[in-house]
């Protein structure tokens, strides 16, 4: 049920993006002195990143908030202008001061200081600015006439961040070590004559959040041509510069035009002069830039920022992520010069730089993708060498064969295969390698308690003719212990299978003792299985492991996943889907049917498998009407490069039968391992890099599309380095028992999480913002069509009510039909009796 805040207090959030409630001392000292405050504003500090402070706690001490809905569809208090009560306190927010506690002192000193009406002071979260909350004095004028009129008695208006005019401006809270003074009657103050006077000022649109009084709106005008004077001379030295290198030397901006005049223009066989603005794919950023801005909406006050920084991190996927050219391109747009005329352009280029070192876009969003084809920009054609932008196959060949010296097989799996295939074949060559380690556990950070075993789900997806051949020589020479298992297996069943016959067609035979069924261990499962035979040998595939029963993995490959998809689609093999699914965390499954020769029960699954396609293949499996099963997500799914026009030296045939060797002696010697991999370290390493991808997916205006995608990304960075790990530390853990994961280890890690988070948004990140944007309609319409009439009425009912009053919103024959609903709606405390026929709603909403 929601709440609202009902007195124009002072009000407070746990999050910079959650309702407001009403402050209290108790809130704000517990806050102020909670570690985990402390901690965010410490490395905030430290690290200058802005995802630390947006942890913190909010207050607003210059405003309580109604009911508002926010962009998601949802009634809450939200910080809306629109929706603002004033409480008559004012914030001065003191920026860039060198000496903040110096300042803080001298106001403190003053004689006068009892009577400047002063509730708070305290240092903000950078360290170098300073917050004052004081009471507002109507004769002053507004929020912004207040802030001057003060910050000149203090003596500190130079210092001032007139971004404070806003009545929605949330502050964050400070640590207990910070707040140099607090008169305790701020928890309680509030003036609602002032909100009456101003109030109207900034709930109307646009808000008129600027000075009233005529001096200072000449003051703001006097800075905003100081500002336009400093940003003109930074431009004329900026042009003194450019004629020194084009002339040799500075010259007055005449005479460098009478000289440029001067110059032939396109005659004969000259060039002719190109366009210096910067451009993508030959349209200007300018353009591009403007055609976002319409796309999402020209921002008000209050939302420039949020805007600001929302398209700066946009625009830098087309940008080479270059912070000098974004902010170029930012700096052009009307509402950012607002921002640079009020603010500096420090600001903007602080955010550029902190929008380009913490991107989380890989490829154009859907508004940037309709803004560029609105200025003129091209989409390359389906299939183009621009579709594997996002995935830098050969910046990862490099990172591979930086590591082929630490790590057994590596270079042996990818010998005879081109660079840009070897990202695959890391991932086809670890699945095997894993699946012969199926004896093998780790712990990993998400379940610590449990035993999470290497589990591979893998795609290789490429044109026809790519090169995917190389899995079928990977699955030959790895995987050939269990195929061999397999065919011991496969021969006895056969066996059996003929002297049934046999004893079908013969008297004599049948006499003889009931053939025993074969129970032999079966693992490889070719996709022209039955569901009955790969549960049975599921089942069955089963071994004690220092006195515990393990399950062994089942393993699949496939070099044409178009053949698997189709032999799921009828006969006794139809639909291992689900068990696709559930094999990537050994989820339980069962079945139970009459048919005597089939397995009754509750298993778990444990099945790798390895597919290689093409595109259209991929997209029978997964498909916006899929995209939601979860599939996407648990898959590793690798691309191949475009075909070469040019042959590629791939070694001679010796350097192949001798990485053949090598591969076999190891194929060998894994498939006897067994027990923990002491992978801790690796844990720790895939658990830093999620929380860093979460922060920037919060921080990109609660991507939950990324968020998605990075969900199961630190499998694959634990399972793909495993086997190679082990590999290179055998020696060490024959000798001591165990070994430690080292910094190339994690090195190799984040490789692959990097891998496999960019092949997540290369293939499936349409599907997932669609995904969520399909979703987020779809929310809409039915809080929209499924409001019932009665939840209605309740919301028309005023705050304090009677009998009468329900009766008559409700449109009831008299005030006695109520008194059934009204003492419902007291059980479900939504309402509460104040006296004798007078109730009070405790919520807004049903």
Sequence with gaps: MLQTTTNNFATCSNGLYEPMTEMTAEWFDGTTKCARTSELINAYRDTKKASKKSHLPVCCFQ???????????????????????????????????????????????????????????????????IKIVFMARPEWGNLMDNQY???????????????????????????????????????????????????????????????????????????????????????????????????????????????LKSQPINEGNSSPVESTEPAYHGVPYSKIATALTNELGE????????????????????????????????????????LIEERGLEEVERAMN?????????????????????????????????????????????????????????????????????????FVGAAFFGTLMTRCYYHYWFKKNEKTRLNYSIYVIGAPGSGK?????????????????????????????????ERGTSSKAQEQDALKKPTQINRYMPPRTSNGVFIESMVNAKENVNGEEMNLHMVTFDSELTNST????????????????????????????????????????????????????????????????????????????KPSFKLQDLGSAEDLDKADMIISEWANKLNTR???????????????????????????????????????????????????????????????????VDDIDQRFCRLILDIQYHCQHHFYGTLAYNYYDNQARDEAAYATNHTTRFAQCFKMLPDTFSKQEFAKTFDLANADSSSKQITTLINEKAIERVKRDCYKKLVANL
């Excluded at 021969?491 to 049934?500: L, V």
């Excluded at 992978?679 to 929380?691: F, P, R």
Aim: aromatic share 10%; proline share 5%; with cysteine.
């Design 63 to 129: 405003a309580s908030f109604g009911l508002s809905i926010n962009k998601k569809g949802v009634e809450g208090a939200w910080r809306e202008s629109t929706a603002a009560h004033l409480t008559g306190l004012v914030v001065i927010d003191l920026d860039h001061v060198e000496n903040p506690l110096e300042i803080i002192d001298r106001i403190l000193g003053r004689e006068d200081f009892s009577e400047l009406g002063i509730m708070l002071i305290y240092i903000t979260p950078s360290g170098n600015g």
């Design 149 to 259: 009129e003060m910050a000149q008695l203090l003596g500190v208006l130079d210092s001032i961040d007139s971004g404070c005019k806003d009545a929605a401006r949330a502050s964050f809270v400070p640590k207990s070590d910070d707040v140099k003074f607090l008169d305790e009657s701020l928890f309680t103050y509030s003036n609602s004559a002032y909100d009456e006077q101003y109030g109207h000022l900034y709930t109307q649109k646009p808000a008129k959040s600027g000075p009233t009084q005529q001096k200072w709106k000449d003051y703001e005008k006097q800075l905003r041509a100081k500002k336009k004077a400093e940003k003109a001379e930074k431009d004329s030295k900026a042009v003194d510069a450019l004629l020194d290198r084009v002339f040799g030397k500075s010259q007055p901006a005449t005479e460098a035009n009478d000289e």
């Design 299 to 338: 921002p008000q006050t209050g939302d420039r920022h949020k805007t600001m920084m929302q398209m700066g991190n946009m625009l830098s996927v087309i940008c080479d992520n270059d912070p000098k050219l974004l902010c170029t391109i930012m700096k052009g747009l009307p509402f950012v010069q607002q």
């Design 354 to 426: 902190y929008i380009t070192q913490n991107s989380t876009y890989i490829y154009p969003s859907k508004e940037l993708k309709q803004a560029m084809k609105t200025a003129g920009v091209k989409e390359p054609e389906k299939g183009s060498n621009d579709d594997l932008a996002s995935v830098p196959l050969a910046e990862w060949a490099d990172e591979i064969e930086a590591l082929m010296p630490y790590y057994p097989c590596l270079r042996e799996i990818c010998q005879g295969v081109p660079r840009q295939v070897w990202p695959a074949a890391v």
């Design 469 to 501: 051949s190389f899995a079928v020589r990977l699955d030959k020479l790895i995987l050939a212990p269990i195929k061999q298992q397999s065919k011991q297996a496969s021969e006895a069943i056969n066996k059996y299978k003929q002297e049934a016959q």
């Design 566 to 641: 189709k032999m799921q689609k009828g006969g006794g093999w139809i639909d291992k889907t689900a068990m696709e699914l559930k094999a990537f965390h050994n989820e339980e499954d069962g079945q139970n049917y009459a048919n005597e020769k089939s397995y009754n029960g509750i298993f778990q699954v444990y099945w790798n498998y390895v597919y290689t396609g093409t595109p259209d293949s991929l997209k029978e499996k997964v498909n916006a009407r899929t995209f939601g099963s979860g599939l996407a997500t648990r898959l590793a799914t690798i691309p191949m490069p």
């Design 674 to 740: 067994y027990g923990e991999l002491p992978l801790q370290k690796l844990s720790e390493c895939t658990k830093e890099w999620y929380e860093h991808r979460a922060e920037i997916a919060e921080f990109n205006n609660e991507d939950y599309a990324d968020l998605m995608l990075i969900q199961r990304v630190g499998y694959y960075g634990m399972n793909i380095p495993a086997p190679f790990i082990d590999m290179r530390h055998w020696d060490e853990r024959e000798q001591n028992g165990t070994y430690e």
